[in-house]
């Protein structure tokens, strides 16, 4: 079985991702109060670990040219003893990322890789440590990952915490099973800026068919911070 998916964000009022662009708090609120509830609330939804994409991982690795190695000719997925840590997953398809540790904050990396990389960058996660699966196919490649993370690692819950375009990919994919939101009292209202979902398709397709919200939770924060709880279902027959 694979790991619950719940996708935890901020955004701004209006959807947006930047936050430096966000407008500031109002007068008498706290801007370090505000900045900590993301993490709060992370700790509040008990999951075994964290997952992003490779732009997000790569402020905890160095990102280097893609691998021109021959690609592996055995794929075997490589689970280290994560020693009771939570896991910092990254999906990272093309082997983009270096690490100096098997670690960030704490947290075990495990590296989600697809079937074109190199032995010797094979060779490099495990000599440092870090474990890493392999989603070998476009659209169940990434499902399949996540079950051996859970199997192997006997995790039930995870959370998602990407940017729009990795968030998107596990949307299509029917990935997310529940979304945790905080608002922030803020505004970006630019348009184009990347917003919680930014699936990469083509511009009939809807990533989010089948799928309807039901809500859970509401909480209003220090600050004005809205935390929205809603769990993903199938939609109901027309």
Not at 36 to 49: K, P, Q, V, W
């Amino acid at each position: 079985m694979r790991p619950r998916i719940i996708c935890h964000m901020t955004s701004s009022v209006d959807g947006r991702q930047l936050v430096d662009r966000w407008t500031g708090p109002a007068e008498g609120i706290d801007p370090v109060a505000l900045d900590s509830h993301y993490d709060d609330i992370y700790t509040r939804l008990d999951t075994a670990g964290w997952i992003v994409g490779r732009k997000t991982m790569a402020y905890y690795g160095k990102e280097r040219a893609p691998d021109d190695g021959a690609p592996a000719t055995r794929r075997e997925n490589h689970l280290c003893d994560r020693k009771g840590r939570s896991l910092a997953i990254g999906v990272d398809l093309r082997g983009r990322l270096t690490y100096e540790t098997d670690e960030v904050g704490g947290d075990h990396i495990v590296a989600v890789l697809g079937p074109g990389v190199s032995e010797a960058y094979l060779s490099e996660l495990r000599e440092i440590g870090v474990s890493y699966v392999f989603a070998e196919q476009r659209d169940t490649g990434i499902l399949h990952a996540l079950e051996a993370i859970g199997e192997g690692f006997q995790v039930e819950r995870l959370c998602l915490q990407g940017g729009g375009t990795i968030n998107g990919a596990f949307l299509k994919v029917g990935l997310i099973d529940e979304i945790s939101l905080l608002v922030y009292p803020g505004i970006d209202g630019l348009s184009g800026i990347p917003s919680i979902f930014e699936y990469k398709g083509a511009s009939g397709e809807e990533p989010a068919a089948g799928r309807a919200l039901r809500h859970v939770l509401t909480e209003t924060l220090d600050g004005g911070t809205v935390w929205l709880r809603y769990l993903v279902e199938a939609a109901p027959a027309a």
